[in-house]
């Protein structure tokens, strides 16, 4: 089956979260286990980012081509049971990626990289009208990301979206799924406001492609890139900045081990005012492409009149001081002084409750300011016990997953369900074992079939070391699907949480967030449950009918329908109610298909969740067999390339020496 896409070439987009497996070592993608080695691919990509988008870049210079003419003798076997790419699915339009031959539009020559240093401009000058027309941006392949439809974002602010949570523009599928959703270029348009400055939060960057996105009069305008890359990867991160004078760089401190910087948010400061932007999307292309993506765009936040308290301009769901002192745990001046910007405007418009993570150990009252325990305290305090809603089922969704323990009692059904089950102030909440659980998480079919093809499987990890020791938290994933906003083949690295009536009809609350499913991310108790221990930074927003006049959140059954829904009817991104694997859908492995390989001491078995997956596995496996040679002393090491291989373009595999 053709897939629509605009990757031709295998390009990988990897995990923007690090595997925290405690016990064992990161796994790196050896770069001896490409089929090609030039100069670029060894380089690799000129953004800093983890090892997996690494192997995506390299995997983009040097793409794997199902193709008979390349294929040697060794494989005549393999060449009869192949069927066309067509009828696999692997067939994919010619890439439109980004050409960098015609250089780098608004870039400055040289400059020095600036650390902790932000300068905002102290007089505003006269404010733009909201009729008044941006310059016209040539339309050129380095801007091909924006938006095909003209869409006017005045409108699609204003009452057609009273929950502000939108979805980022699909490249590949039918327009009317892209009415009214968010490109980063509409973001960062003129017509939301005259930019001043602004501070980008994220984990992984591309500052070429990040400064085409926005508008040539404020490519020159001040940049903080708010960030938690170490030693080399500081080091090209800087290297990248260095050609832009107005770039400043804060390196997020990450003291305990296996933790990232994911938190994914702008700060844009405006003559008109302020505006805070909470998503789920990388700062790199891939991720505003082809991928489903959330974004909760807040109100534009007026300045205070001069003089007025410090205690003025918050909302009733105190997001002002929250976001202050989130801004605060990097203790870095640079983001004191976004923090004392943010205190000069009015947010008490915002109707969405903050839920971060910030790296450290927290106990007694502090316990509940980060993690699960802060979205338990929210649940808890601005919600009502409804004897109903006590056996209402909880929906995780999310793109990547952690070492969770054992079994279920470890983590998952104890403290973070307990967290997502509280209903009022009652304390502990009764009968939660009784609580449905769903996880969505993509099947290999879902990856297959998407608009990426396998390359997407590379944003889904799920270690295979991991994996293996939690065999028991199969039996809660669930395929994805997502027709109603016709993203089934945009594969998610939107990350969201919920519950839900029995009926899928009703929803009691709603969380778009950048944690995936980790104890990394959301915390884990120590010290007989007496200490939090976070390693991560993340960042999401809560959304509780209370604050919107609402007993509950009415889900909306087609979030792009032509037949008008109510506006306060919640437009989840994807099918409920969800649908359990099936015996043949798996996100990791279901039938076993046994491949032996010989060679300088090489024999493996190789478990794969189908027999198209195995076909196309074993081709590649070959392929950089024949490619990186056998003439090892060691036996191990064949196995490795073999296979640091597999997992670059996305498959899931279990494998042992025999």
Same mark, same amino acid.
């Given at each position: 089956?053709?897939?629509?896409?605009?990757?031709?070439?295998?390009?990988?987009?990897?995990?923007?979260?690090?595997?925290?497996?405690?016990?064992?070592?990161?796994?790196?993608?050896?770069?001896?286990?490409?089929?090609?080695?030039?100069?670029?691919?060894?380089?690799?990509?000129?953004?800093?980012?983890?090892?997996?988008?690494?192997?995506?870049?390299?995997?983009?210079?040097?793409?794997?081509?199902?193709?008979?003419?390349?294929?040697?003798?060794?494989?005549?076997?393999?060449?009869?049971?192949?069927?066309?790419?067509?009828?696999?699915?692997?067939?994919?339009?010619?890439?439109?990626?980004?050409?960098?031959?015609?250089?780098?539009?608004?870039?400055?020559?040289?400059?020095?990289?600036?650390?902790?240093?932000?300068?905002?401009?102290?007089?505003?000058?006269?404010?733009?009208?909201?009729?008044?027309?941006?310059?016209?941006?040539?339309?050129?392949?380095?801007?091909?990301?924006?938006?095909?439809?003209?869409?006017?974002?005045?409108?699609?602010?204003?009452?057609?979206?009273?929950?502000?949570?939108?979805?980022?523009?699909?490249?590949?599928?039918?327009?009317?799924?892209?009415?009214?959703?968010?490109?980063?270029?509409?973001?960062?348009?003129?017509?939301?406001?005259?930019?001043?400055?602004?501070?980008?939060?994220?984990?992984?960057?591309?500052?070429?492609?990040?400064?085409?996105?926005?508008?040539?009069?404020?490519?020159?305008?001040?940049?903080?890139?708010?960030?938690?890359?170490?030693?080399?990867?500081?080091?090209?991160?800087?290297?990248?900045?260095?050609?832009?004078?107005? +770039?400043?760089?804060?390196?997020?401190?990450?003291?305990?081990?296996?933790?990232?910087?994911?938190?994914?948010?702008?700060?844009?400061?405006?003559?008109?005012?302020?505006?805070?932007?909470?998503?789920?999307?990388?700062?790199?292309?891939?991720?505003?492409?082809?991928?489903?993506?959330?974004?909760?765009?807040?109100?534009?936040?007026?300045?205070?009149?001069?003089?007025?308290?410090?205690?003025?301009?918050?909302?009733?769901?105190?997001?002002?001081?929250?976001? +202050?002192?989130?801004?605060?745990?990097?203790?870095?001046?640079?983001?004191?002084?976004?923090?004392?910007?943010?205190?000069?405007?009015?947010?008490?418009?915002?109707?969405?409750?903050?839920?971060?993570?910030?790296?450290?150990?927290?106990?007694?009252?502090?316990?509940?300011?980060?993690?699960?325990?802060?979205?338990?305290?929210?649940?808890?305090?601005?919600?009502?016990?409804?004897?109903?809603?006590?056996?209402?089922?909880?929906?995780?969704?999310?793109?990547? +997953?952690?070492?969770?323990?054992?079994?279920?009692?470890?983590?998952?059904?104890?403290?973070?369900?307990?967290?997502?089950?509280?209903?009022?102030?009652?304390?502990?909440?009764?009968?939660?074992?009784?609580?449905?659980?769903?996880?969505?998480?993509?099947?290999?079919?879902?990856?297959?079939?998407?608009?990426?093809?396998?390359?997407?499987?590379?944003?889904?990890?799920?270690?295979?070391?991991?994996?293996?020791?939690?065999?028991?938290?199969?039996?809660?994933?669930?395929?994805?699907?997502?027709?109603?906003?016709?993203?089934?083949?945009?594969?998610?690295?939107?990350?969201?949480?919920?519950?839900?009536?029995?009926?899928?009809?009703?929803?009691?609350?709603?969380?778009?967030?950048?944690?995936?499913?980790?104890?990394?991310?959301?915390?884990?108790?120590?010290?007989?449950?007496?200490?939090?221990?976070?390693?991560?930074?993340?960042?999401?927003?809560?959304?509780?009918?209370?604050?919107?006049?609402?007993?509950?959140?009415?889900?909306?059954?087609?979030?792009?329908?032509?037949?008008?829904?109510?506006?306060?009817?919640?437009?989840?991104?994807?099918?409920?109610?969800?649908? +359990?694997?099936?015996?043949?859908?798996?996100?990791?492995?279901?039938?076993?298909?046994?491949?032996?390989?010989?060679?300088?001491?090489?024999?493996?078995?190789?478990?794969?969740?189908?027999?198209?997956?195995?076909?196309?596995?074993?081709?590649?496996?070959?392929?950089?067999?024949?490619?990186?040679?056998?003439?090892?002393?060691?036996?191990?090491?064949?196995?490795?390339?073999?296979?640091?291989?597999?997992?670059?373009?996305?498959?899931?595999?279990?494998?042992?020496?025999?």
């Amino acid at each position: 089956m053709t897939q629509e896409s605009s990757y031709g070439k295998w390009t990988i987009s990897s995990s923007d979260e690090s595997e925290e497996d405690e016990k064992t070592n990161l796994e790196k993608p050896s770069t001896s286990s490409l089929p090609s080695f030039g100069r670029d691919v060894l380089n690799g990509p000129g953004y800093t980012c983890s090892d997996a988008r690494k192997a995506a870049y390299r995997r983009k210079l040097s793409p794997v081509k199902f193709d008979s003419k390349n294929s040697s003798s060794e494989m005549s076997s393999l060449k009869r049971q192949k069927s066309s790419q067509e009828d696999l699915g692997w067939c994919l339009s010619s890439s439109d990626e980004e050409s960098h031959l015609n250089g780098r539009s608004g870039q400055p020559q040289k400059g020095t990289v600036k650390e902790e240093k932000c300068t905002f401009p102290k007089e505003p000058s006269k404010p733009i009208p909201r009729d008044s027309h941006p310059p016209v941006i040539p339309k050129s392949q380095l801007d091909y990301e924006a938006s095909d439809e003209s869409q006017e974002p005045w409108d699609l602010l204003e009452e057609k979206n009273p929950f502000r949570f939108y979805l980022t523009k699909v490249s590949g599928i039918m327009p009317k799924y892209n009415a009214g959703v968010l490109h980063i270029k509409d973001i960062l348009s003129p017509l939301f406001g005259t930019l001043l400055s602004s501070a980008q939060f994220n984990y992984c960057f591309d500052i070429d492609w990040l400064i085409r996105q926005y508008p040539l009069e404020f490519r020159k305008k001040p940049i903080l890139l708010v960030h938690g890359d170490k030693r080399e990867a500081k080091a090209r991160l800087q290297e990248q900045a260095k050609p832009y004078e107005n +770039i400043s760089l804060c390196q997020a401190k990450l003291d305990i081990a296996f933790g990232t910087h994911h938190t994914k948010m702008m700060l844009l400061l405006y003559e008109e005012g302020l505006r805070v932007v909470i998503h789920t999307s990388n700062l790199i292309q891939a991720d505003w492409h082809q991928k489903t993506q959330g974004i909760w765009l807040s109100p534009l936040y007026p300045r205070l009149p001069y003089g007025t308290p410090s205690t003025s301009g918050e909302s009733s769901t105190n997001f002002k001081s929250d976001l +202050i002192r989130y801004l605060m745990t990097y203790n870095a001046p640079s983001l004191k002084e976004w923090a004392d910007i943010i205190q000069e405007h009015d947010l008490s418009e915002t109707r969405v409750y903050l839920i971060g993570s910030t790296p450290g150990r927290f106990q007694g009252s502090h316990k509940e300011d980060w993690g699960h325990f802060r979205l338990r305290k929210l649940l808890k305090e601005h919600t009502s016990l409804v004897p109903e809603q006590q056996s209402w089922p909880i929906v995780g969704q999310f793109s990547s +997953i952690g070492s969770l323990g054992a079994d279920e009692s470890k983590w998952l059904c104890a403290e973070f369900k307990e967290s997502l089950v509280v209903l009022g102030n009652c304390g502990k909440s009764q009968g939660q074992q009784d609580v449905p659980l769903y996880l969505i998480y993509p099947t290999v079919e879902n990856v297959r079939k998407s608009l990426e093809g396998y390359p997407a499987g590379g944003s889904l990890p799920y270690s295979l070391q991991t994996a293996e020791k939690q065999l028991w938290l199969h039996s809660y994933f669930h395929k994805w699907s997502a027709e109603t906003s016709g993203r089934s083949h945009a594969m998610p690295h939107i990350k969201t949480y919920m519950r839900l009536s029995p009926d899928f009809a009703k929803m009691a609350w709603f969380l778009v967030t950048s944690a995936n499913l980790s104890k990394a991310a959301w915390g884990a108790l120590e010290k007989n449950g007496t200490q939090l221990m976070i390693r991560s930074y993340e960042l999401g927003v809560l959304f509780l009918p209370s604050t919107f006049g609402m007993d509950t959140f009415k889900v909306k059954k087609k979030v792009f329908s032509e037949n008008r829904e109510p506006v306060t009817s919640f437009p989840v991104p994807y099918d409920l109610p969800p649908n +359990i694997y099936d015996s043949k859908a798996s996100s990791r492995s279901s039938g076993k298909t046994k491949v032996k390989m010989t060679g300088d001491g090489l024999r493996c078995r190789m478990t794969l969740a189908s027999s198209v997956s195995a076909l196309y596995a074993l081709h590649v496996a070959l392929v950089a067999f024949m490619t990186v040679g056998i003439n090892c002393s060691h036996p191990l090491i064949p196995v490795r390339k073999v296979f640091s291989c597999l997992r670059i373009i996305g498959m899931p595999i279990i494998y042992r020496q025999i």
